[in-house]
């Protein structure tokens, strides 16, 4: 099993900045994609930033610019600094994990952390 522990949430206003925090503890081999994603209300989860084992980055464009995702591979956490947040920033944040339990597995399974709340007022 593995558990994915996320920190960081909070309430801000317009324009101020948020760091959040997700650490993987757990059976855990390698770790290949962690990424961020949110929830607005009434809105799907979407994308904000994925970092690549070998530190390569993808953003959405809505955040490109003002977000920066990065990872310790030693510790198996990951991080994301949110400048410059906006009230549409506002949602449940939650970090996924593709990660291998043993050198034996064929595939990589997903998990999913319990959500941290960010809230941005105008």
């Known amino acids: 099993q593995v558990q994915l522990v996320e920190s960081g949430g909070g309430l801000v206003q317009a324009g101020e900045s948020l760091r959040l925090s997700c650490a993987a503890s757990?059976?855990?081999?390698?770790?290949?994609?962690m990424g961020w994603y949110r929830q607005a209300p009434g809105k799907q989860r979407e994308l904000v930033a994925h970092?690549?084992?070998?530190?390569?980055?993808n953003y959405a464009d809505s955040v490109k610019g003002r977000f920066t995702i990065s990872r310790d591979n030693a510790k198996n956490t990951m991080s994301l600094q949110m400048n410059s947040l906006k009230p549409e920033d506002t949602g449940v944040y939650y970090c996924?994990?593709?990660?291998?339990?043993?050198?034996?597995?064929?595939?990589?399974?997903?998990?999913w952390g319990q959500g941290t709340q960010v809230t941005v007022s105008s």
């Open positions: 970092i690549t084992s070998g530190g390569s980055t």
């Open positions: 757990g059976s855990i081999f390698s770790i290949n994609t």
């Open positions: 996924k994990l593709l990660l291998k339990h043993t050198n034996d597995d064929t595939y990589l399974r997903a998990y």
